[in-house]
C-alpha cells in the first residue's frame, strides 16, 4: 500500500513540478520579448530625437490651425 500512496505523492509532485518548469519558461520568454521590445524602442527613440523632433512641432503647428479653422467656421473644435 505505501508503494500506491508513494506513486500518487509522486504524481503530485511531478505535476507541480511540471507547471512550476512551465510557468517558468513562459515567464523567461516573456521578461525577454519585453526587454528586446524595451531596448528597440529606447534605441528608435534615441536615433530619432534630433531628427524627427521638427516633424513633431510641424505637426502640431497643423493640429493648432486646424483646430483654428473649425473655431473660425463655428463647427465643435474638438468633435466631429
Known amino acids: 500500500m505505501p508503494a500506491i500512496i508513494t506513486r500518487a505523492e509522486n ?3 511531478d505535476v507541480r ?3 512550476v518548469c512551465v510557468w517558468r ?3 523567461t520568454a516573456f ?9 528597440l524602442l529606447w ?3 534615441l536615433a530619432t530625437s534630433y ?3 521638427g516633424l513633431v512641432h510641424l505637426l502640431l503647428v497643423v493640429a ?11 463647427r465643435n473644435p474638438l468633435g466631429g
Open 51 to 53: 531628427t524627427l523632433g
Open 64 to 74: 493648432v490651425i486646424v483646430i483654428l479653422v473649425r473655431v473660425i467656421q463655428g
Open 31 to 39: 521578461m525577454t520579448t519585453l526587454i528586446v521590445v524595451l531596448v
Open 43 to 45: 534605441a528608435l527613440g
Open 17 to 19: 513540478n511540471t507547471t
Open 11 to 13: 504524481s503530485s509532485t
Open 25 to 27: 519558461r513562459a515567464h
